[in-house]
């Protein structure tokens, strides 16, 4: 019996004497820092350091990859009915897209180009204007509008400088820049729809441990759906809202008609300012023309405002996409002031996309809204 000590040592030497005694534990519970712990540290702290000086660029890759990601599912959505392969259906959307582009530069562009060329040309008499109003506004009252660039002082003339070689350049890599991002969301929407599930999908599901598949597989499905329901009610309100925007102006007789319908159409895709950013363009071009018509305009601005806000969006937008004014506008300025024009142009789709996964994760999980009732905060 004596012999079993020595055989177990020998029989392991790393182990320890059978006379020793075990350490007592810490105190408290407590855990002493180990190397592994400083690693971890170290390896946390350097990650956050490369995020914070990365941060722009990485911001700005996540969320084209989250346009192109938008994009593939407005593609499969539109394309779903077809029975085709998802590759000829993506390649036939690639080919569609680029030669409808082409042809509306190629046929369409010269009058829109001519428009806003005079649209252009007139800035400076609408300088000029603006700065004899400001003027007459502040003998009345004192009070002094910004008009014109910080530092002119010398009237329309200076506020509207030669451009040099210099700022062309800078404004001919601006527009690549823009091109190239457009063409690189569209490439990226276009290979996501042609084999979502292979190379996509089915990578990221396996990455996922198995226990949280359900969960990340209700988001992708509930997210897609709202998805879906935002770009149909917002697509359906760009185009009314431009086309009626643009009659509306014809037949006041507004100078430059279609470039501002179009400008109104294209900028309804910006929540809550779009409107108002397009309305009180066109009523200032009109009103400095004539101030009647800039009257009629700003009255023609409205009206459409009004039918757009209460009949052409609630019927277009899908139930799970509205969001309340209050969160668009929050969002906007959060994720404005954050990620720039990105931010903006994104902010009701990154909503919509934290909004779902806070519902999945967190809401469905752990609070029954359906049955529990809630009693009004404010009273209506």
Do not use: C
Request: net charge positive; no cysteine.
């Amino acid at each position: 019996m004596s012999d079993a000590p020595q055989q177990r040592a020998a029989a392991d030497p790393t182990a320890p004497p059978a006379d020793a005694v075990a350490a007592p534990p810490p105190p408290g519970g407590a855990v002493f820092l180990r190397p592994g712990h400083l690693y971890r540290a170290v390896w946390l702290a350097f990650l956050l350091a490369l995020l914070f000086h990365f941060f722009g660029t990485i911001a700005e890759t996540l969320l084209l990859t989250y346009a192109a990601a938008i994009l593939a599912v407005a593609l499969n959505a539109a394309t779903s009915r077809l029975p085709l392969n998802r590759k000829w259906v993506a390649a036939i959307t690639g080919i569609a897209f680029l030669g409808g582009v082409v042809a509306l530069l190629w046929f369409g562009a010269p009058a829109v180009v001519a428009q806003f060329r005079d649209l252009a040309g007139d800035l400076p008499r609408m300088q000029a204007q603006l700065k004899q109003w400001a003027d007459w506004v502040y003998q009345q009252t004192g009070i002094r509008l910004p008009v014109g660039v910080p530092g002119g002082g010398g009237g329309a003339q200076r506020s509207f400088p030669q451009v040099s070689g210099g700022a062309v350049l800078g404004r001919a890599a601006g527009l690549l820049e823009v091109i190239l991002l457009v063409l690189i969301v569209l490439f990226g929407g276009l290979y996501a729809l042609a084999s979502p599930n292979q190379r996509l999908l089915t990578p990221l599901m396996r990455a996922v441990p198995r226990g949280a598949r359900p969960a990340v597989y209700r988001i992708l499905d509930l997210l897609g759906k709202r998805l879906v329901g935002w770009l149909k009610g917002t697509g359906i309100a760009m185009l009314a809202v431009g086309a009626l925007s643009t009659v509306a102006f014809y037949l006041i007789g507004v100078p430059n008609a279609l470039a501002l319908g179009l400008l109104n159409g294209l900028v309804e895709f910006i929540p809550i300012f779009g409107p108002w950013i397009g309305g009180t363009a066109a009523t200032l071009v009109a009103f400095i023309a004539d101030p009647v018509k800039g009257a009629w305009v700003a009255v023609a601005a409205l009206a459409i405002q009004q039918i757009e806000a209460n009949v052409i969006t609630p019927w277009a937008m899908s139930r799970e996409a509205e969001v309340h004014p209050f969160v668009t506008l929050f969002a906007l300025l959060l994720f404005g002031g954050l990620f720039g024009f990105l931010g903006i142009f994104l902010a009701l789709p990154l909503v919509i996309f934290f909004w779902t996964v806070v519902q999945v994760l967190w809401v469905e999980r752990t609070i029954d809204t359906d049955r529990d009732r809630i009693a009004p905060v404010v009273q209506e």
